[in-house]
């Protein structure tokens, strides 16, 4: 499995974009797919997941009502909006996806997911 993120760039403070992230290769209807970021400095953590089959979608706190994560089927891609964003966003943004069978971990943690994509730069300027 291979996932291509891209769509990051520099965005001032209060705009938007938004990330794509297509995956081939074998997967399945019942994997997870999941959006982290890592500044520098710190660890990488849990943004927004989506269960690919039924759509339910996973937040986390900081960018609830800011970010929707989504995704198309047929294109076997993954979505994430990002609005109104602040300069603590800016980060490294990577995909991953989990089958949930190997991946023994939840929506929310690293090791929930087995496959990463390379990352993709957002910087927000204030």
């Known amino acids: 499995v291979q996932l291509q993120a891209s769509g990051g760039g520099l965005v001032q403070a209060g705009g938007s974009l938004r990330l794509s992230c297509a995956a081939s290769?074998?997967?399945?209807?019942?994997?997870?797919m999941g959006w982290f970021r890592q500044s520098p400095g710190s660890e990488r953590e849990f943004v927004a997941a989506?269960?690919?089959?039924?759509?339910?979608?996973y937040y986390a706190d900081s960018v609830k009502g800011r970010f929707t994560v989504s995704r198309d089927n047929a294109k076997k891609t993954v979505y994430l909006q990002m609005n109104s964003l602040k300069p603590e966003d800016t980060a490294v943004y990577y995909c991953?996806?989990?089958?949930?069978?190997?991946?023994?971990?939840?929506?929310?943690?690293?090791?929930?997911?087995?496959?990463w994509g390379q990352g993709t730069l957002v910087t927000v300027s204030s």
């Open positions: 290769g074998r997967t399945s209807s019942s994997w997870r």
């Open positions: 991953a996806a989990g089958n949930p069978i190997l991946s023994r971990g939840s929506y929310y943690s690293n090791d929930g997911y087995g496959y």
């Open positions: 989506i269960a690919w089959s039924a759509g339910i979608s």
